[in-house]
């Protein structure tokens, strides 16, 4: 017997994400990389520079397991300053090592075998692991091209008294669109309603277009009681690779998360928290950032004007979906793959992110890029 036969695998259906096939055939092929979501233009060198002081004087050791205070207190200002909701530093956020940390820390609190989990679909990559770990059972709600809106009255049907863990996303990666208030509000009835709790992953709170205003669970009392929320600085501040974030929500709450969180990663990179502490003081730094990926969005769909592309509406995110209906009658997946190959450019394809693989013809393009690379990837889009 070798090795590997003495492995019983937890996730033997999980492979390679999408995202690093997608990544590595656009290296491969020398293609524009529109497919990971990643900014390709540098932070503000004024936080480099307040890591770097921080570095200095000597902030390099052990943060505690909940975060710096001086950063817990600077997320709950702004967190008020937003959405005029007060969370205890202390008691009611946490720093985490990114996004993705807090939610997998979420689900392992929570959720327990035969417990029952809501997820919209598409959904990003990240849920479904957990839940299947932690032995709880995925329910999916399909959202559908091209507008991707919730029925709710078919959507409580799916919410019963099993039902421990909805998982809300908005601004909503892959599909660009957001949540409005009377979504919220909807929602918060059923939540009250039931047995269920709210993991709301709000990554891209600060990235809405339009003038829409981000309807986070925060500004719904009922809901935010019952709710644990993910913020990104990863997503904010265009620093992906710095795995920076935190949750926040209520103690009785929270109290579960942390005793998971500590045994996960116990505590995040320390220097960073000190100067993301300091950056926060000057809101600009947060609240300017919707219009200039509004700008690059404008700039993307311009480009595009006369390609045999349509492109559905994005309400938020960096994201911009485009329905290759009139180009091909290709699977998602194998238009991707000869967009990237035959064309120069990488997408993702839609349908990996549902769990039935649902076809659409719609592909998810990341316009967080410099300008030129924005301008050189529509151009080769327009020739097919």
Not at 16 to 37: E, H, P, R, Y
Not at 201 to 206: G, L, N
Not at 285 to 299: A, F, G, H, T
Not at 354 to 372: G, H, I, P, T, W
Request: aromatic fraction near 10%; charge should be negative; glycine fraction near 4%.
């Amino acid at each position: 017997m070798i090795e590997t036969d003495l492995i019983k695998s937890k996730l033997p259906d999980v492979g390679t994400t999408i995202f690093s096939v997608m990544s590595k055939m656009a290296a491969d092929c020398g293609a524009i990389n529109l497919s990971q979501g990643f900014p390709d233009f540098p932070i503000d060198p004024r936080l480099s520079e307040l890591v770097y002081k921080n570095m200095q004087k000597g902030n390099n050791q052990y943060a505690p397991m909940q975060g710096v205070p001086d950063l817990r207190e600077a997320i709950a200002r702004k967190i008020k300053r937003t959405y005029n909701q007060e969370y205890n530093p202390d008691m009611e956020i946490t720093v985490t090592a990114g996004a993705t940390q807090g939610i997998y820390t979420t689900i392992s609190a929570l959720v327990s075998e035969g417990d029952e989990v809501i997820v919209f679909t598409p959904a990003y990559d990240c849920y479904m692991p957990p839940i299947k770990l932690n032995q709880g059972t995925a329910r999916h709600y399909q959202l559908k091209a091209p507008d991707y809106k919730v029925d709710w009255q078919e959507f409580r049907k799916l919410v019963n008294p099993r039902t421990k863990l909805i998982i809300l996303n908005t601004p909503h990666n892959p599909t660009g669109t957001i949540l409005e208030e009377e979504d919220m509000l909807e929602l918060e009835e059923i939540i009250t309603n039931s047995n269920a709790f709210l993991l709301s992953d709000e990554v891209y709170e600060h990235i809405t277009f339009d003038g829409k205003a981000h309807a986070s669970a925060a500004r719904f009392p009922k809901l935010a009681s019952r709710s644990l929320i993910v913020a990104s600085f990863g997503k904010t501040f265009h620093a992906t690779g710095w795995k920076m974030g935190y949750i926040y929500g209520p103690e009785y709450l929270m109290k579960e998360f942390r005793k998971v969180h500590q045994y996960l990663v116990f505590s995040v990179n320390t220097p960073a928290q000190y100067a993301l502490a300091e950056y926060l003081e000057a809101p600009e730094n947060y609240e300017n950032i919707s219009p200039m990926y509004e700008r690059k969005r404008d700039l993307f769909l311009k480009a595009l004007e006369g390609s045999r592309f349509k492109a559905i509406p994005s309400s938020g995110t960096y994201f911009q979906l485009l329905d290759f209906s009139a180009i091909s009658n290709d699977k998602e997946v194998g238009f991707a793959e000869k967009l990237t190959k035959e064309h120069g450019v990488a997408a993702i394809p839609v349908s990996v992110f549902y769990e039935n693989k649902r076809e659409q013809q719609v592909l998810r393009f990341c316009f967080a890029k410099d300008d030129d690379t924005l301008l050189a990837a529509a151009k080769k889009l327009s020739e097919l």
